[in-house]
Nanobody, 120 residues
């Protein structure tokens, strides 16, 4: 199975920055067999994809709303995927979830979520 542990959420003023981290551990397959993504869910809204990184890290994709402000990266030496969030806006307020797709288990896994609040 795959376990995901997120950290780095918190409160910040508009225009500020936060960095989310997610440590992934897999009983089967390696870290490099995982496609990793960040999703978020705001109150009363559906969960949405924020950013994703391919298993080799060469391909990344972003929601239009965060392009140019957020950066997803992965570090295979630390089994970690991070989301650097800059120029935060109030509409970025949500619970952020790390998600992994395991080619070894052919299924997805979710972290427990971390709250991000952007408010003045």
């Amino acid at each position: 199975q795959v376990q995901l542990v997120e950290s780095g959420g918190g409160s910040v003023q508009p225009g500020g920055s936060l960095r989310l981290s997610c440590v992934a551990s897999s009983a089967g397959g390696s870290f490099n067999s995982l496609e990793l993504s960040w999703y978020r869910q705001a109150p009363g809204k559906e969960r949405e994809l924020v950013a994703s990184a391919s298993s080799n890290g060469r391909t990344t994709d972003y929601a239009e709303s965060v392009k140019g402000r957020f950066i997803i990266s992965r570090d295979s030496t630390k089994n970690t995927v991070t989301l650097q969030m800059n120029s935060l806006k109030s509409e970025d307020t949500a619970v952020y979830y790390c998600q992994a797709w395991s080619s070894y288990y052919s299924r997805g896994y979710w972290g427990q979520g971390t709250q991000v609040t952007v408010s003045s």
